[in-house]
């Protein structure tokens, strides 16, 4: 049970930072959208 919770944590957290990235490199567009109008 334990070490099933541990495998779902590390998934879970996996998850969060592929989404972090996403919002980073939307934001990193973004910046470059402005800078080029």
């Known amino acids: 049970m334990k ?3 541990l495998h ?3 998934g879970l957290t996996r ?3 592929r989404i972090l ?3 980073k490199s939307f934001l990193l ?3 470059v959208y402005q ?3």
């Open 35 to 37: 800078n080029l109008i």
């Open 21 to 23: 990235n996403l919002h």
């Open 15 to 17: 998850q969060r930072g």
């Open 8 to 10: 779902f944590n590390k």
């Open 29 to 31: 567009v973004q910046w």
């Open 3 to 5: 070490m099933c919770s």
